[in-house]
C-alpha cells in the first residue's frame, strides 16, 4: 500500500515558535535513546500503590522464608515515604486514604519491625479505625488477612474449588470474567478451599487494627456498585453453600483441586509468571505450597523467582511492581521515534521494532480462543511473555509501528514486501476476530460483558469483567483505518460507530486504562482522525472546545484520579502532567486544532517544566488497572509521550501539513 493513500491531517501553517521546542525535543530524544537497552527495547518501571510491596513482604513471612533484611528495610523506607500526612496509605499520589491499602502497608511494616509506637505507625492505626477498621477491607485484603489467621474464614466470601467442575452454560463460568480475574482466582480458589494458616514464624498479628472482636466480624456489606436483588441472590447462594461445604464429596473436592493445578500449571509462563501479574503470581505460590509441592520442584522455583523478578530496588528504597511493560513501553517510545523521523531516531525504532516482532503470539490458542475457536492467534503480549493473554491494545500499537516503518522506512523483501508484511497481516486478522458485537474491544477478551457477575460477594472491587472501552476500541480503529486508508472495511466501521456513541455530552470520552478523561478523549480522537472524520465535524469540535476548556493557568493538562469515583461526574482537575499534557496535544493536533493558541501554551508548558537531563518529572499516577481500585504510575510516560508530541508539532509547524494521518 502507498502512503498517499492515507487520510490526511491538512493545517494550515503555523508560524515559526521559539527554538526553545527544538532544543526539547533533542534533549528529550537524547534521553530516551539513553533508556534504550543492547537488544533495541525499553522497559521503565510500573509503580503501583502500597498494596503489592506489602504483599510482598507478607508473602515472604507467609512462606517462612528467611527473610533478607536489607530489602525489607528499603521496602519499609519506601512504604513510610509513600504515607499520606494522616497516617493512611492512598491508591495513588497524593490520593484519599484507602482502608484496604492501609491495612496492608500497616501489617507489612509491624511484619518488617516497625514498632506499633512509632509515631507513623500509631498515625496509621489511628487513621484504620477512623476508616472502619480492618473489619471494612475488601475481599482480598479478608483473604490475605484469614491466610495470616487473623480474620476469620467466615469473614470471607465463599469461593468453593469447585467452581472449577462447572459447565460453561452455568450462570458463573471462569470464561465468563476476565484475564487477570481467572488467574487470581483459580490459585485463590485452592486456597480459599483448603484455608492453609501462613508459617509466620513471629506470630505477628494486627488485633489492634479491629474495632471489634476479630471473630464476630462477618461478611462485607454490598459494594457500592452492586444492586441489591442480584446482591441479595448471591448472599444467599453464600449461605447455601457454607451450610453444604462439609458435605461436599472428597473426590469431588480433589478432582476440582486437580483440575486448577493444572490449569495453573498449563500457564505457568516461564520465568514471567503466572499470568505474568503480581497477585495470581503470589497464589500460584502459596497454592503450590498448600498442595504439598517440593520447593525444590522446578516449576515452584521458577514460579518463586518470577516474583523477584518485579522487584526494583535502589539505594534506600525498594519496592516490588504489579508486573512488567516491555512490549507497551517499547511500542510506544517506537511511535514517537517514528514521529521524529530522523535517521537517529528512525534506527533506534527499527531495533526496538525488531525486537518487538518475534515476541508475536502465532501458535498458543489462548483463553480468548473459547469465544473464538476458530481465530488463529497473532497478538503481542504486555510483558515479556504471556502467551495465553495477549491484548488487543499492545497488538493494535505494535502493529501501526510496523507497519509505519514497513511503509516509510524498511527496505522491501520479496515480491516488494516489507519483513514485517506477514506480522502486520496476522495482527489484523486476530484484532478484527476479536471484536465484540457492539463494535468494541476489550483488552484480553472478547464479548466479557456479563455484568451481573459483579454483583458477587467476591466482587466489590466491581473489575471481574474487561468488556469494551473506547480507548481499546478507538487503537483499533486507528490501526484498521491505517492499513486500509480509512475505515472502509465493515469492522472499522463498526468501530467508528461505536466510538462516536461512547462521546460524553461535555465533548470527551472515558478512559478506561489511563487517567481519565483526557487519555480517553486523546484515544478517540487519534481513532475519528485516522478514520477520516474532518476537522469541522461536530464530534470533534466538541471534544476540541472540552480539551480546552479544562487547560490549566500554566499552559498543562492535568487530572486527578478522583475522576473515576463511582458517578463518573466528568474529569477532575489536578495539577498538569506531562504526560497528560502530551496528550491533550496530540488530541487537539488531530483534531485539527494545531494552530490554537492552547497549543501554543501546551507545548511551552513542556519546554519550561524539562528538566535539564531530558525528562519531565511526574510522581503522579496517570494510569489505571481498574478504576476505584488499583492505579499504576507508568515511570515511561513522561519520556515518550511529551516527546511525541513535540515532534508532531515540529512536523505540523515545518510541514503546514501531514502525508499521513497516524492513528496515534
Given at each position: 500500500?502507498?502512503?498517499?493513500?492515507?487520510?490526511?491531517?491538512?493545517?494550515?501553517?503555523?508560524?515559526?515558535?521559539?527554538?526553545?521546542?527544538?532544543?526539547?525535543?533533542?534533549?528529550?530524544?537524547?534521553?530516551?535513546?539513553?533508556?534504550?537497552?543492547?537488544?533495541?527495547?525499553?522497559?521503565?518501571?510500573?509503580?503501583?500503590?502500597?498494596?503489592?510491596?506489602?504483599?510482598?513482604?507478607?508473602?515472604?513471612?507467609?512462606?517462612?522464608?528467611?527473610?533478607?533484611?536489607?530489602?525489607?528495610?528499603?521496602?519499609?523506607?519506601?512504604?513510610?515515604?509513600?504515607?499520606?500526612?494522616?497516617?493512611?496509605?492512598?491508591?495513588?499520589?497524593?490520593?484519599?486514604?484507602?482502608?484496604?491499602?492501609?491495612?496492608?502497608?500497616?501489617?507489612?511494616?509491624?511484619?518488617?519491625?516497625?514498632?506499633?509506637?512509632?509515631?507513623?505507625?500509631?498515625?496509621?492505626?489511628?487513621?484504620?479505625?477512623?476508616?472502619?477498621?480492618?473489619?471494612?477491607?475488601?475481599?482480598?485484603?479478608?483473604?490475605?488477612?484469614?491466610?495470616?489467621?487473623?480474620?476469620?474464614?467466615?469473614?470471607?466470601?465463599?469461593?468453593?474449588?469447585?467452581?472449577?467442575?462447572?459447565?460453561?452454560?452455568?450462570?458463573?463460568?471462569?470464561?465468563?470474567?476476565?484475564?487477570?480475574?481467572?488467574?487470581?482466582?483459580?490459585?485463590?480458589?485452592?486456597?480459599?478451599?483448603?484455608?492453609?494458616?501462613?508459617?509466620?514464624?513471629?506470630?505477628?498479628?494486627?488485633?489492634?487494627?479491629?474495632?471489634?472482636?476479630?471473630?464476630?466480624?462477618?461478611?462485607?456489606?454490598?459494594?457500592?456498585?452492586?444492586?441489591?436483588?442480584?446482591?441479595?441472590?448471591?448472599?444467599?447462594?453464600?449461605?447455601?453453600?457454607?451450610?453444604?461445604?462439609?458435605?461436599?464429596?472428597?473426590?469431588?473436592?480433589?478432582?476440582?483441586?486437580?483440575?486448577?493445578?493444572?490449569?495453573?500449571?498449563?500457564?505457568?509462563?516461564?520465568?514471567?509468571?503466572?499470568?505474568?501479574?503480581?497477585?495470581?503470581?503470589?497464589?500460584?505460590?502459596?497454592?503450590?505450597?498448600?498442595?504439598?509441592?517440593?520447593?525444590?520442584?522446578?516449576?515452584?522455583?521458577?514460579?518463586?523467582?518470577?516474583?523477584?523478578?518485579?522487584?526494583?530496588?535502589?539505594?534506600?528504597?525498594?519496592?516490588?511492581?504489579?508486573?512488567?511493560?516491555?512490549?507497551?513501553?517499547?511500542?510506544?517510545?517506537?511511535?514517537?521515534?517514528?514521529?521524529?523521523?530522523?535517521?537517529?531516531?528512525?534506527?533506534?525504532?527499527?531495533?526496538?521494532?525488531?525486537?518487538?516482532?518475534?515476541?508475536?503470539?502465532?501458535?498458543?490458542?489462548?483463553?480468548?480462543?473459547?469465544?473464538?475457536?476458530?481465530?488463529?492467534?497473532?497478538?503481542?503480549?504486555?510483558?515479556?511473555?504471556?502467551?495465553?493473554?495477549?491484548?488487543?491494545?499492545?497488538?493494535?500499537?505494535?502493529?501501526?509501528?510496523?507497519?509505519?516503518?514497513?511503509?516509510?522506512?524498511?527496505?522491501?523483501?520479496?515480491?516488494?514486501?516489507?519483513?514485517s508484511a506477514e506480522s502486520i497481516a496476522r495482527a489484523a486478522e486476530w484484532v478484527t476476530g476479536?471484536?465484540?458485537?457492539?463494535?468494541?474491544?476489550?483488552?484480553?477478551?472478547?464479548?466479557?460483558?456479563?455484568?451481573?457477575?459483579?454483583?458477587?460477594?467476591?466482587?466489590?472491587?466491581?473489575?471481574?469483567?474487561?468488556?469494551?472501552?473506547?480507548?481499546?476500541?478507538?487503537?483499533?480503529?486507528?490501526?484498521?483505518?491505517?492499513?486500509?486508508?480509512?475505515?472502509?472495511?465493515?469492522?472499522?466501521?463498526?468501530?467508528?460507530?461505536?466510538?462516536?456513541?461512547?462521546?460524553?455530552?461535555?465533548?470527551?470520552?472515558?478512559?478506561?486504562?489511563?487517567?481519565?478523561?483526557?487519555?480517553?478523549?486523546?484515544?478517540?480522537?487519534?481513532?475519528?482522525?485516522?478514520?477520516?472524520?474532518?476537522?469541522?465535524?461536530?464530534?470533534?469540535?466538541?471534544?476540541?472546545?472540552?480539551?480546552?476548556?479544562?487547560?490549566?493557568?500554566?499552559?498543562?493538562?492535568?487530572?486527578?484520579?478522583?475522576?473515576?469515583?463511582?458517578?463518573?461526574?466528568?474529569?477532575?482537575?489536578?495539577?498538569?502532567?506531562?504526560?497528560?499534557?502530551?496528550?491533550?496535544?496530540?488530541?487537539?493536533?488531530?483534531?485539527?486544532?494545531?494552530?490554537?493558541?492552547?497549543?501554543?501554551?501546551?507545548?511551552?508548558?513542556?519546554?519550561?517544566?524539562?528538566?535539564?537531563?531530558?525528562?519531565?518529572?511526574?510522581?503522579?499516577?496517570?494510569?489505571?488497572?481498574?478504576?476505584?481500585?488499583?492505579?499504576?504510575?507508568?515511570?515511561?510516560?513522561?519520556?515518550?509521550?511529551?516527546?511525541?508530541?513535540?515532534?508532531?508539532?515540529?512536523?505540523?509547524?515545518?510541514?503546514?501539513?501531514?502525508?499521513?494521518?497516524?492513528?496515534?
Open positions: 500500500m502507498d502512503q498517499t493513500t492515507f487520510s490526511p491531517i491538512r493545517q494550515a501553517v503555523i508560524p515559526p515558535q521559539a527554538r526553545d521546542a527544538d532544543t526539547a525535543l533533542e534533549q528529550a530524544l537524547d534521553a530516551l535513546l539513553a533508556h534504550q537497552r543492547d537488544d533495541g527495547h525499553w522497559l521503565f518501571e510500573l509503580e503501583a500503590d502500597a498494596t503489592i510491596p506489602a504483599e510482598y513482604v507478607l508473602l515472604v513471612h507467609y512462606l517462612g522464608e528467611t527473610p533478607d533484611l536489607q530489602l525489607e528495610g528499603r521496602i519499609a523506607s519506601y512504604l513510610r515515604r509513600i504515607q499520606n500526612a494522616d497516617g493512611s496509605w492512598p491508591l495513588f499520589h497524593q490520593g484519599q486514604a484507602d482502608i484496604s491499602a492501609s491495612v496492608k502497608a500497616y501489617f507489612a511494616l509491624k511484619m518488617i519491625g516497625d514498632a506499633p509506637e512509632a509515631e507513623h505507625m500509631q498515625r496509621a492505626r489511628a487513621s484504620i479505625l477512623a476508616q472502619g477498621g480492618a473489619e471494612a477491607s475488601n475481599v482480598f485484603t479478608r483473604t490475605l488477612l484469614a491466610l495470616f489467621g487473623v480474620m476469620p474464614w467466615q469473614a470471607v466470601p465463599m469461593m468453593p474449588v469447585e467452581i472449577m467442575l462447572l459447565p460453561q452454560w452455568f450462570p458463573f463460568h471462569l470464561s465468563k470474567v476476565s484475564y487477570w480475574s481467572r488467574t487470581v482466582l483459580v490459585p485463590l480458589l485452592v486456597l480459599n478451599s483448603l484455608r492453609p494458616q501462613a508459617r509466620n514464624p513471629r506470630g505477628i498479628g494486627i488485633d489492634e487494627l479491629f474495632g471489634r472482636p476479630r471473630q464476630t466480624v462477618r461478611l462485607p456489606r454490598k459494594a457500592p456498585h452492586q444492586r441489591w436483588l442480584w446482591f441479595g441472590a448471591f448472599r444467599c447462594l453464600d449461605a447455601a453453600l457454607r451450610a453444604c461445604e462439609p458435605l461436599f464429596p472428597r473426590r469431588t473436592r480433589q478432582r476440582a483441586i486437580e483440575r486448577a493445578e493444572r490449569f495453573v500449571r498449563e500457564r505457568l509462563n516461564g520465568d514471567n509468571g503466572l499470568g505474568a501479574i503480581f497477585p495470581a503470581m503470589a497464589n500460584e505460590v502459596m497454592m503450590f505450597e498448600v498442595l504439598g509441592v517440593p520447593r525444590t520442584d522446578p516449576s515452584v522455583m521458577q514460579a518463586r523467582a518470577a516474583i523477584d523478578r518485579l522487584l526494583v530496588v535502589r539505594e534506600h528504597e525498594a519496592y516490588c511492581q504489579p508486573c512488567l511493560s516491555p512490549v507497551w513501553d517499547t511500542a510506544l517510545a517506537c511511535h514517537a521515534l517514528l514521529e521524529i523521523g530522523s535517521p537517529r531516531a528512525t534506527d533506534a525504532a527499527a531495533r526496538g521494532l525488531a525486537w518487538l516482532r518475534p515476541l508475536q503470539v502465532l501458535d498458543v490458542k489462548g483463553d480468548w480462543a473459547v469465544r473464538r475457536p476458530h481465530l488463529r492467534p497473532g497478538g503481542w503480549a504486555f510483558q515479556y511473555a504471556n502467551a495465553h493473554y495477549p491484548d488487543v491494545d499492545d497488538t493494535a500499537v505494535v502493529a501501526m509501528a510496523l507497519h509505519r516503518a514497513a511503509y516509510a522506512v524498511d527496505n522491501k523483501g520479496q515480491n516488494g514486501q516489507p519483513p476479536m471484536q465484540s458485537h457492539n463494535g468494541g474491544w476489550g483488552a484480553f477478551e472478547p464479548e466479557n460483558t456479563h455484568f451481573y457477575l459483579n454483583n458477587i460477594p467476591f466482587a466489590d472491587h466491581g473489575a471481574l469483567l474487561d468488556p469494551p472501552t473506547v480507548d481499546v476500541s478507538a487503537r483499533c480503529l486507528s490501526m484498521l483505518a491505517q492499513l486500509e486508508g480509512g475505515a472502509t472495511g465493515l469492522s472499522a466501521q463498526a468501530a467508528l460507530r461505536y466510538v462516536l456513541a461512547g462521546q460524553e455530552a461535555d465533548g470527551s470520552w472515558f478512559g478506561r486504562w489511563g487517567t481519565n478523561y483526557i487519555y480517553g478523549t486523546w484515544s478517540a480522537l487519534c481513532g475519528l482522525n485516522a478514520a477520516g472524520l474532518p476537522a469541522d465535524a461536530p464530534e470533534m469540535r466538541r471534544a476540541v472546545d472540552w480539551l480546552i476548556g479544562i487547560q490549566n493557568e500554566d499552559g498543562g493538562w492535568g487530572e486527578d484520579g478522583d475522576s473515576y469515583r463511582l458517578d463518573y461526574r466528568g474529569h477532575m482537575p489536578a495539577p498538569s502532567t506531562a504526560s497528560q499534557t502530551a496528550w491533550a496535544l496530540l488530541g487537539l493536533m488531530a483534531a485539527g486544532a494545531a494552530g490554537h493558541e492552547s497549543v501554543t501554551r501546551g507545548i511551552d508548558y513542556l519546554v519550561r517544566t524539562q528538566e535539564p537531563d531530558g525528562n519531565w518529572p511526574e510522581e503522579r499516577f496517570t494510569a489505571v488497572g481498574f478504576p476505584r481500585v488499583f492505579y499504576l504510575r507508568y515511570h515511561g510516560y513522561a519520556h515518550y509521550f511529551p516527546l511525541w508530541a513535540l515532534a508532531r508539532y515540529r512536523n505540523f509547524r515545518q510541514d503546514g501539513a501531514r502525508a499521513i494521518a497516524w492513528g496515534l
